[in-house]
Nanobody, 130 residues
Framework: QVQLEESGGGSVQAGGSLRLSCAASALTESGYYMGWFRQAPGKEREGVASIYIRYIRTTVTTTYADSVKGRFTISQDNAKNTLYLQMNSLKPEDTAMYYC???????????????????WGQGTQVTVSS
């Protein structure tokens, strides 16, 4: 049973930074998509960043939503089975609950679409004040 647990959320002022972490367990497939999503009150869950991790060849590919390009960076530490989201130059509109998600590799995968993912964490709140 895959388990994901987020941490690192908090409250910051606009222009500040936060780093979210997602500890993953039982990811046994040879390739995985992992992603960060966010959901603000009254809004749909939106994809923020996604990474494809192919363990055998250590190939890593990333993609980002236009709204966070140049500000957010997704990365992973295979040794620690941990996914990260470094968030810089935060804006009030980044305020949301942030979720970590994972899915085994499959063709035609839609990286930033929530319904593509099989496994989800409980979320961590990020609040950015102006």
């Amino acid at each position: 049973q895959v388990q994901l647990e987020e941490s690192g959320g908090g409250s910051v002022q606009a222009g500040g930074s936060l780093r979210l972490s997602c500890a993953a367990s039982a990811l046994t497939e040879s390739g995985y998509y992992m992603g960060w999503f966010r959901q603000a009150p009254g809004k749909e869950r939106e994809g923020v960043a996604s990474i494809y991790i192919r363990y055998i060849r250590t190939t890593v590919t990333t993609t980002y939503a236009d709204s966070v390009k140049g500000r957010f960076t997704i990365s992973q530490d295979n040794a620690k089975n941990t996914l990260y989201l470094q968030m810089n130059s935060l804006k009030p509109e980044d305020t949301a609950m942030y979720y970590c998600a994972a899915s085994p590799y499959r063709t035609g995968f839609r990286w930033l679409v929530a319904s593509s993912y099989n496994y989800w964490g409980q979320g961590t709140q990020v609040t950015v004040s102006s």
